[in-house]
C-alpha cells in the first residue's frame, strides 16, 4: 500500500525550564562512561530507558518516511507504539536539540516516523537527510515491552550495540474521540490530559487513510494545563487553545494512500496538560487514528 506522509513537526519556545515510571532524578541520570554511537547502532532496552552516547562526528541522518520498509531505521519487539529521542547534551535550555522517531501501532501499519527540533526550519534536504552535529547526547527508548532499534549514521563506520540502564519517565494515553462523522470520517477531533508531574513535552501522532485525496487539513493543539472542558477544548479548531498549528494538505490523487503527521512541543512546566488533534477533509476517510505521549527529555 502506498503511502503519502505529511510530517508537521511543531515546537514552542522552551519555558527554560498510559504508563509513568520512576522520579524525574531518575530520567536526568547519565550512565558513565558515555557510549559512542556508529553507522549502525543496535539499541536493546527492556523497558524505558535512557543512556549517555557520544556522536564523534557531525552526520547525516536519514528521513524514514521516504521508504518506511528501509533497513536504516527499524524498530523490532515492544508491544504497540515505541518512541525515542536524541538529545543534545550540552545545548542550552533556550536552543535545545532534539531529534525524535518511533513506530506506530499495528492498527496504523507499524508505520515509522521522524521529527526533529533545532535542527533547522528547512527540513531534510533534497536526498531526505538532516544534518546532526557531533556531540554528547542522551538516547531514549520509550516502551513498555522490550524492544531493540537499528539506527543508521550517515557518515560512522562500524557498529555498535547499547544497552540504556537510566529509567526514562513518560505517560501514553489513548485520545478519547470527541467529533467522528460517521464511517467516512471526514471530519474528526479527539484529545487527552496527561499527568506526568515536572516538565515534560508533548507527543502526538495522527494518521489517516483515504482511497482518494481532494484537500484535507489537521490541527494539532495544546493546553499549558488541564483543559476547561474537554468537548470543547478538543472539539475541530480546539477554540480554547494555548497554541496550536494547522496543516493543510492539497493536491488530487486517486488509490489508497496513508498520511501520517506529527507534532512536538518541548518542556511544559505542569503536572497536567492537554494536547489534541482535528482533521477536516474533502474526501471519504477509511481508517484515521491518533497517539498522545508526554516525555520526560531532561529539558
Known amino acids: 500500500m502506498g503511502r503519502r506522509l505529511a510530517v508537521s513537526a511543531v515546537a514552542v519556545a522552551v519555558t527554560c525550564a498510559g504508563a509513568i515510571v520512576p522520579s524525574a532524578e531518575a530520567s536526568r541520570a547519565r550512565p558513565a562512561p558515555d557510549q559512542r554511537l556508529a553507522g549502525a547502532t543496535v539499541v536493546k532496552v527492556q523497558k524505558a530507558s535512557v543512556a549517555s552516547v557520544v556522536l564523534p562526528k557531525t552526520v547525516r541522518v536519514w528521513h524514514p518516511w521516504l521508504d518506511p520498509n528501509e533497513d536504516d531505521f527499524k524498530i523490532e519487539g515492544g508491544d504497540g507504539t515505541v518512541t525515542f529521542a536524541l538529545v543534545a547534551a550540552d545545548a542550552p535550555s533556550s536552543e535545545p536539540l532534539v531529534l525524535l522517531g518511533g513506530r506506530l501501532p499495528e492498527e496504523a501499519d507499524s508505520a515509522l516516523y521522524l521529527t526533529h527540533f533545532g535542527l533547522g526550519p528547512e527540513g531534510p534536504d533534497w536526498e531526505g537527510f538532516w544534518n546532526l552535529p557531533k556531540g554528547r547526547y542522551r538516547l531514549y527508548v520509550f516502551t513498555q515491552e522490550p524492544a531493540t532499534l537499528t539506527l543508521s549514521f550517515d557518515g560512522l563506520g562500524g557498529r555498535t550495540t547499547i544497552s540504556p540502564t537510566g529509567a526514562a519517565r513518560y505517560e501514553e494515553k489513548s485520545p478519547k474521540v470527541f467529533v467522528e462523522t460517521g464511517p467516512v470520517h471526514n471530519l474528526y477531533s479527539a484529545g487527552a490530559t496527561g499527568t506526568l508531574d515536572g516538565e515534560v513535552s ?84 477509511s481508517d484515521v487514528g491518533h497517539t498522545t505521549a508526554w516525555l520526560d527529555l531532561g529539558l
Open 202 to 285: 508533548q507527543l502526538q501522532v495522527f494518521w489517516t487513510r483515504e482511497a482518494a485525496h481532494v484537500s484535507s487539513y489537521s490541527g494539532f493543539c495544546w493546553y499549558n494545563g488541564a483543559p476547561p472542558e474537554d468537548a470543547i477544548a478538543f472539539a475541530p479548531a480546539c477554540p480554547t487553545a494555548d497554541s496550536q498549528d494547522i496543516v493543510e494538505l492539497t493536491g488530487v490523487w486517486a488509490g489508497e494512500s496513508m498520511t501520517v503527521g506529527n507534532g512536538l512541543r518541548l518542556s511544559v512546566p505542569t503536572g497536567r496538560s492537554g494536547q489534541g488533534v482535528w482533521f477536516a477533509s474533502a474526501a471519504a476517510v
